[in-house]
């Protein structure tokens, strides 16, 4: 398969904290995208970083992007209960790692 | 003025029956996806249409068949549904062919399939 992998699968922190995810591909990429989803809802974009870029900011995300190791993170600063989602990486438009189910604690 | 709009949101039928789902954006985007999601939240592409044509085609069986009458519709009917095909579909569209170009998916907000 060349579904990737994402890890924490679940992470639970408390408002205000760091939340950090993690995702590893097998493939090759052009580029590397985070999305989130609600409970009941579609996926919405946040970040996409290019293969030949290393780190990219938006806001309170910041994504890191290591070719050499196929992984990318997602870095969410001070987050809030609204953050509460599930996150995942997609690459190349078409391969969604398993997901990171975030609960931010008010 | 929703961007990616998918019809019914929720669909409970029984085993054996024949149902469609429907897909429209109207965002201008000359590509178009759907996606399943299981109940373990695992999403994997099902089919893509660049302008009507077929592009991707995952191994998924022939009872789904997706249909583009134009490039702002992309709509899924499923044959002689079956259980496991109990999921959420999700549709979404993006401004180019997927591969190689850098631009995001915009999807619908999913449609849940019972099947009983």
């Known amino acids: 398969s060349q579904q990737g992998e994402e890890d924490p699968q679940a992470l639970s922190i408390q408002e205000g904290e760091n939340a950090t995810m993690n995702c590893s591909y097998k493939?090759?990429?052009?580029?590397l995208q985070w999305y989130r989803q609600n409970s009941g809802r579609g996926l919405v974009h946040l970040i996409l970083i290019r293969s030949n870029e290393r780190e990219k900011h938006s806001g309170r995300l910041r994504v890191t992007l290591d070719t050499s190791k196929k992984s990318s993170s997602l870095l969410i600063t001070a987050s809030r209960a609204a953050d509460t989602a599930s996150y995942f990486c997609?690459?190349?438009?078409?391969?969604f790692g398993p997901g990171t189910s975030l609960s931010v604690i008010p | 003025d929703t961007a990616v709009s998918q019809t019914p949101k929720y669909l409970v039928t029984q085993m054996g029956n024949d149902k469609s789902i429907k897909c429209e954006q109207n965002?201008?985007?000359?590509?178009m996806y759907w996606y399943k999601q299981d109940s373990k939240k695992f999403l994997k592409i099902m089919f893509s249409y660049n302008n009507k044509e077929l592009i991707i085609n995952e191994t998924v069986p022939n009872r789904f068949s997706p249909k583009s009458p134009d490039k702002a519709h992309l709509n899924l009917h499923i044959n002689s549904l079956e259980l496991g095909d109990s999921a959420v579909y999700f549709c979404?569209?993006?401004?180019?062919?997927?591969?190689?170009?850098?631009?995001?998916?915009?999807f619908g907000n999913g449609t849940r399939l019972t099947v009983t």
């Open positions: 965002l201008g985007h000359d590509t």
């Open positions: 979404a569209s993006s401004p180019r062919t997927a591969g190689g170009n850098n631009s995001p998916l915009h």
């Open positions: 997609l690459y190349d438009k078409v391969i």
């Open positions: 493939t090759s990429i052009n580029n």
